[in-house]
């Protein structure tokens, strides 16, 4: 997941520097890794280990299990391992895929910084996808944009879009924090005549809320 690596690592650095002449901003954050991720009741799912819910429209499904394909189209299975939570349409194999990661004990945020973080993620981006398809493919990349979730304070989304054996790719990643968590949300749509992928996506997203850390 490199594009998660690329943040994690800026940050890293980031709150190095912060932690030569600042204090903590926070205690070390700690993750009962004994609960379970999260319980699925139908559609819907609400997470245990970290404070969050979100739902799966009609057609698409829920799990905590890696889907099979999700290598096949080009994650990696140790970065797929990180994730909680994965939301996919079996019949277009567009996906989406929530990993929540604690934050620094130095590590400040804010809008400007979620956003810059976002757009320099990019570069692991188009290396990954050269590495994985060569210079061939050549990604058109969207703008950096403010995102909205509930209960996140600060969010931003970033995307690319390419074609691969003639199927057209969107490939998003949304970065948030929501103290004391760093929220990561990849998504991948393939088009496919007749589906609307990126509806049910909006709705995927629209349902996605950090609750109560109590």
Do not use: H
Request: net charge neutral; proline share 6%.
């Amino acid at each position: 997941m490199a594009i998660k690596r690329s943040i994690i690592g800026i940050c890293f650095i980031l709150a190095l520097l912060m932690g030569c002449a600042g204090v903590p901003v926070r205690e070390a954050v700690k993750v009962d890794l004994s609960l379970p991720v999260g319980k699925i009741e139908g559609s819907q799912f609400k997470g245990i280990r970290y404070p969050f819910n979100v739902s799966a429209p009609p057609g698409w499904r829920v799990t905590t299990e890696i889907p099979t394909f999700m290598e096949e189209l080009g994650y990696e299975k140790a970065g797929l391992e990180e994730s909680q939570v994965f939301i996919f349409n079996p019949s277009t194999q567009s996906n989406l895929q929530i990993d929540f990661t604690p934050a620094g004990r130095y590590s400040k945020f804010n809008q400007e910084l979620i956003e810059w973080l976002t757009t320099a993620a990019t570069g692991s981006f188009k290396e990954e996808l050269e590495k994985d398809y060569g210079k061939g493919v050549k990604a058109e990349i969207g703008p950096t944009t403010p995102f909205s979730f509930k209960g996140v304070p600060f969010a931003a989304k970033k995307y690319a879009t390419y074609t691969l054996k003639g199927v057209k790719r969107e490939q998003g990643w949304i970065y948030g924090f929501s103290e004391p968590y760093q929220i990561f949300v990849l998504y991948m749509v393939l088009e496919k005549e007749g589906v609307d992928d990126r509806q049910d996506l909006k709705m995927i997203l629209d349902s996605f809320e950090v609750t109560s850390k109590k």
